[in-house]
């Protein structure tokens, strides 16, 4: 029904920036709220940042400053702009987002696939 597919992930040495993409594809009526989350090796996923359908945006303490969640609604696409990278940010990075698939239907919460970040020197 609907597919979340993230891109733009990589090795960045520290202090270098990364963009990540998130395109949702198809059966679409509207998107609303949008986050991106993360998971390092051995670690539980955690919440990154969040970007509501009305431009509310909310960012965990660790990454405030360094990080901006982004969207464009034309293409279905959220961006995570990161930049200062540090080590601690190496993780895979997943992509979640509200979907409603008709003007009946409630929101339903899909995930991308994750892509991999990697801050190394």
């Known amino acids: 029904q609907v597919q979340l597919v993230e891109s733009g992930g990589g090795l960045v040495q520290p202090g270098g920036s990364l963009r990540l993409s998130c395109a949702a594809s198809?059966?679409?009526?509207?998107?609303?709220?949008m986050r991106w989350y993360r998971q390092a090796p051995g670690k539980q996923r955690e919440l990154v940042a969040v970007l509501t359908s009305g431009g509310t945006t909310n960012y965990a303490d660790s990454v405030k400053g360094r990080f901006t969640i982004s969207r464009d609604n034309t293409k279905n696409t959220v961006y995570l702009q990161m930049d200062s990278l540090k080590l601690v940010d190496t993780a895979v990075y997943y992509c979640?987002?509200?979907?409603?698939?008709?003007?009946?239907?409630?929101?339903?919460?899909?995930w991308g696939q994750g892509t991999q970040v990697t801050v190394s020197s």
């Open positions: 979640n987002a509200d979907v409603r698939t008709s003007w009946a239907s409630q929101a339903n919460n899909y």
């Open positions: 198809g059966r679409i009526h509207s998107i609303n709220t």
